[in-house]
């Protein structure tokens, strides 16, 4: 016993100084909050990071899908992790401002690996499983973010069995499943737009994460 306390308190001490001497977030500098419109260029995937210590996801589109997979977070890094690369559905997409920031129009920048990365949201709940089999994971989080389907083409919408609906709004770069298997009581359908579609994913929104990494998004109010 004492020698597992004697290790397990090494390996505190090992950590605590590795984060003193790093850094907590590992990043040198950035902007809070500030008046600046963010540049990403639509492109093939975006590319997350996530904080798990401070809770909170970064966004960049300044890697190419090879650069990112050959990529690493540093030992250093150790509350971080990497995000599959998620190819965007919708049409348009549009961030108001970053959480945290007290007005849209203000958002919270890092710069790290030669790159620029947006905040685009704080972490909730992590990995709540929303069905007893486990098939859908469900994410409770915060963000201001603003999405258009435009008309005359298809979107998938899942509903639940309480009747709430969640629209697709992204999948991974790498998906090899396109059918997503669905617990009882939830169904898919696919909706045919006649006009413009806008998504309105501001403050607490829940993402719901199927067996084939597909995300979607909610609840719907105007659906």
């Known amino acids: 016993m004492f020698d597992m306390i004697t290790k397990r308190q090494l390996f505190s001490c090992a950590v605590f100084l590795m984060i003193a001497l790093t850094g907590c977030t590992g ?7 500030v008046a600046r ?3 990403l260029e639509r492109r093939d995937a975006g590319y997350e990071l996530i904080d798990l210590r401070g809770r909170r996801v970064w966004l960049t589109t300044e890697w190419m899908p090879e650069e990112y997979a050959d990529f690493s977070l540093p030992f250093s890094w150790v509350f971080w992790r990497k995000n ?3 190819v965007g559905l919708p049409d348009q997409s549009r961030f108001l401002r970053s959480p945290g920031c007290e007005s849209d129009g203000q958002f919270t920048y890092m710069h790290a690996f030669d790159r620029e990365f947006l905040q685009v949201v704080r972490l ?5 499983p929303r069905d007893g089999s486990g098939l859908i994971r469900r994410i409770e989080l915060e963000k201001h973010h603003v999405l258009t389907f435009s008309a005359g083409r298809t979107v998938s919408v899942l509903e639940n069995p309480a009747g709430e609906h969640f629209i697709s709004v992204s999948r991974s770069l790498d998906r090899r499943n396109d059918t997503p298997t669905l617990p009882e009581g939830w169904t898919l359908t696919e909706r045919f737009l006649t006009e413009d579609l806008q998504v309105d994913l501001t403050g607490n929104v829940s993402v719901l994460r199927l067996d084939n990494e597909d ?3 909610g609840p719907l109010q105007n659906l």
């Open 84 to 86: 599959d690369p998620r």
């Open 124 to 128: 909730g709940k992590i990995h709540r």
């Open 27 to 33: 990043y040198a500098d950035g902007e809070n909050c």
């Open 37 to 39: 419109d963010p540049s």
């Open 215 to 217: 995300s979607y998004q």
